[in-house]
């Protein structure tokens, strides 16, 4: 049986540049950065005080949601398409959602014993009263794919991807399988990120991976650390043709199997998830790689070594840039990111740069784009999305033939 | 390239106990279990202080598979998928955090920044990240394969199951492992679960983790355990019996008649009760067995129910020659979305 082809019919974004893709990329391209002084709530004394966040007034309680509804909207739009609801899938790159930060504090106080310590017993008596004010249809990783499904009737497969800062990726991956193995003929996937809160900057920041400077500057010589961003990316895929002129042509995954939070120090986990894409995708010609690119000293390094092991001389013809530059690490959502600049690539011949760069690092030797976007006719494009824990997801987009 | 896929082997944590092998006949002649094992340490001791209660229980789950099939060579190739939980941390680090974070009795946000974060384990992240659930027992058992992990709540760890066996069946893998871990006895989960309404309705929470090891099946192979399909389907804004029809719909099996076991994995009750009419209706001579007394694990219990549909079809001895070649699992999680597998003995 012939493998079902899987066309991209739409894309959206809601990003801290543009309430839509198009608004983002005129942004991106001319350069811009999204990266500010957090002005949500008060930063002082947390290790990294800027972020790439959309200052949007939406409710504080979990603003996966509306920004995932405004990128799936504009996708849809964009694809004119028309689908049997049983035929159309949902798959969501997402993590855990948040709640009012009193509610939390008090649902932790709930179980606080006379020693300081846990006490399961004084949980179980004061945890209902604070409980009841979360809503856990908002705060779980479901949530928001769940709600989507809903607002566009679907009733195909609907999943949500957990995978750290693959889940994007990987949640098109899913797509992508399920239309080629006749699962659904429609999928709206992609990614969210809303991570510019207090939990995540200590978490992120007691890791040490956050850029004490404030800068996020992808291959740079003085790249120290990545910035949080925030915004929702999401693409209608299609078993269907009609007027798309790009397809989704190649998909690879992979675990390094190595460390929590260092990639394999010779990258070939990374290498390996980026060489089953191109297999997948029948090795075109790429023109263009969309890297996961975080701005820390280490990744950077090895994900470049990483390319040019899969790509081997042919990275010479090909440029390579990151968004994380421009809109910080969406985390859950930097995979779908990361493809729709390797969609714009194919789609309009426009090679978005990344922001930050200046004086790239010699160990980080490949054609980057730097300042502006470049005017370059791009056949195939591959985006990588790399995880902390060692999951790697690569996709490749090529033009439709 | 398809191909058939068998399931070489099953490891299991659960309230039945450490292993996998007995566990639907136990349920199906209503023994007593011996309930959830304590904690036995892993190899790397270390590690354990990075992992929440899930991400050990698959950790430990996966290291009791690869070394009981002794699949100690290419690893690096090996798939990985799992269904995963809400993954919760120790909430003892969290309130140590809090603790610090308190001026005057109330929480600022200045504090938690210059102090509370001092006071934290800065381990407490890897323990929080619903993928480390999946990502620990990868690195401590070296595999390197595709992999994904999908948010479950019930259909969820059919998806994830679905994808390994696809991986399989299309030689993305020559070998990969399936399955669940959850630990819903989590306060922060069990909160969430009562206010939902879930605990006072029948749900009682069960930390558990279950692997499959998936491979192609050479044919013809009689006494091979085949995942014949896996399907899941939404649940939204219609009846059970409808979603239950179209998830088994799905799986594309056409001989569904010859299911003799049914396996069904219901989140309570109300979910049971469901399941039961659904089976009664459609296959009304089959034997129903269901997981219900290994207690709720959500991202767990799909998987556990497809080792106990395994037990049942795959011990001729205890089957007798002539006892059932083909199960179908059932799941119901709480997020409402059925799920559907279909098992049989024997590859002609």
């Known amino acids: 049986m012939l493998r079902r082809s899987v066309f991209v019919r739409g894309v959206g974004a809601y990003t801290p540049l543009g309430a839509t893709w198009p608004e983002t990329v005129a942004q991106l391209a001319a350069g811009a950065t999204a990266i500010r002084p957090i002005t949500r709530f008060d930063a002082t004394g947390f290790p990294c005080t800027v972020a790439a966040a959309i200052d949007a007034p939406f409710p504080d309680e979990d603003r996966r949601l509306p920004y995932t509804r405004i990128a799936a909207r504009e996708a849809w739009e964009t694809a004119r398409i028309r689908v049997d609801p049983a035929r159309l899938g949902v798959f969501l790159g997402a993590e855990s959602g948040r709640c009012q930060w009193a509610t939390a504090l008090g649902l932790a106080g709930a179980g606080r014993g006379p020693s300081g310590t846990f006490d399961h017993e004084r949980f179980g008596r004061e945890a209902p009263q604070f409980a009841r004010r979360i809503d856990a249809s908002v705060i779980s990783p479901a949530a928001v794919a769940t709600a989507l499904a809903i607002e566009y009737g679907a009733r195909g497969p609907v999943e949500t991807v957990s995978l750290a800062c693959a889940s994007g990726s990987a949640a098109i991956v899913e797509a992508a399988r399920a239309i080629r193995l006749g699962e659904c003929d429609v999928a709206l996937c992609g990614g969210v990120g809303a991570d510019a809160d207090p939990l995540m900057l200590a978490g992120f920041g007691l890791l040490g991976i956050l850029s004490p400077r404030g800068v996020s500057c992808p291959f740079d010589a003085h790249r120290d650390g990545f910035i949080i961003g925030e915004g929702a990316a999401m693409l209608v895929l299609s078993a269907e043709r009609g007027d798309a002129s790009v397809e989704l042509a190649g998909i690879g995954r992979s675990l390094d199997a190595h460390h929590l939070t260092a990639p394999e120090p010779d990258g070939d986990g990374a290498a390996r998830a980026m060489i089953a894409a191109l297999r997948d995708a029948g090795q075109p010609e790429i023109g263009y790689v969309q890297a996961h690119g975080t701005s820390t000293p280490l990744n950077d390094r090895i994900e470049v070594a990483a390319i040019k092991r899969a790509l081997g001389a042919a990275v010479d013809r090909a440029h390579v840039s990151s968004s994380k530059g421009a809109l910080g690490h969406w985390v859950a959502g930097a995979g779908a990111l990361g493809a729709l600049y390797a969609w714009e690539a194919v789609h309009a011949g426009l090679v978005l740069p990344t922001a930050g760069l200046t004086n790239p690092d010699p160990a980080c030797d490949v054609p980057h784009v730097i300042g502006r976007a470049i005017a370059k006719e791009v056949d195939a494009a591959l985006a990588n999305a790399f995880a902390f824990g060692g999951a790697n997801s690569c996709l490749v987009l090529r033009r439709a033939g | ?348």
């Open chain 2, 1 to 348: 390239m398809t191909r058939a896929v068998a399931i070489a082997h099953a490891a299991a944590v659960s309230a039945f106990g450490v292993g996998a092998t007995g566990l639907g006949h136990a349920l199906a002649e209503g023994a007593v279990l011996r309930g959830i094992p304590p904690e036995a340490p892993l190899a790397n001791s270390r590690a354990r202080k990075m992992m929440s209660r899930a991400a050990y229980l698959a950790a430990r789950c996966l290291g009791d598979l690869v070394r009981e099939l002794g699949w100690a060579d290419g690893r690096e190739q090996i798939g990985y998928f799992l269904g995963v939980g809400a993954s919760g941390g120790s909430l003892d680090e969290l309130m140590a955090l809090l603790d610090e974070s308190l001026v005057d009795g109330a929480f600022s946000l200045e504090r938690f920044g210059t102090r509370g974060l001092a006071a934290c384990n800065p381990l407490l992240a890897f323990q929080l990240m619903n993928n480390f659930t999946l990502c620990h027992g990868a690195i401590l058992e070296g595999l390197g394969g595709p992999n994904s992990a999908v948010f479950s709540r019930g259909a969820g760890t059919v998806a994830a199951l679905a994808e390994a066996v696809h991986a399989v069946r299309s030689g993305d893998c020559e070998r990969a492992i399936a399955g669940g871990a959850d630990a819903p006895t989590h306060p922060a989960t069990i909160a969430e679960l009562a206010r939902e309404g879930l605990v006072a309705r029948g749900l009682v929470a069960a930390d558990a983790a279950a692997l499959l090891a998936l491979v192609p099946c050479p044919l013809p192979d009689h006494a091979a355990t085949l995942v014949e399909g896996c399907a899941i389907a939404s649940g939204r804004a219609r009846s059970v019996i409808e979603a239950v029809d179209e998830a088994v719909d799905r799986t594309g099996i056409d001989r569904l008649a010859q299911v003799e076991v049914v396996v069904i994995a219901p989140w309570g009750p109300p979910a049971s009760d469901a399941l039961r009419s659904w089976v009664a209706a459609r296959f009304p001579a089959a034997t129903v067995v269901s997981t219900a007394a290994l207690g709720e694990s959500l991202a767990a219990s799909a998987a556990l129910a497809v080792i106990a549909g395994m037990d049942l079809i795959a011990d001729p001895e205890r089957s007798g020659h002539g006892g059932p070649r083909r199960a179908l699992v059932l799941t119901l999680g709480v997020d409402g979305d059925p799920g559907a597998v279909v098992l049989s003995r024997g590859a002609a």
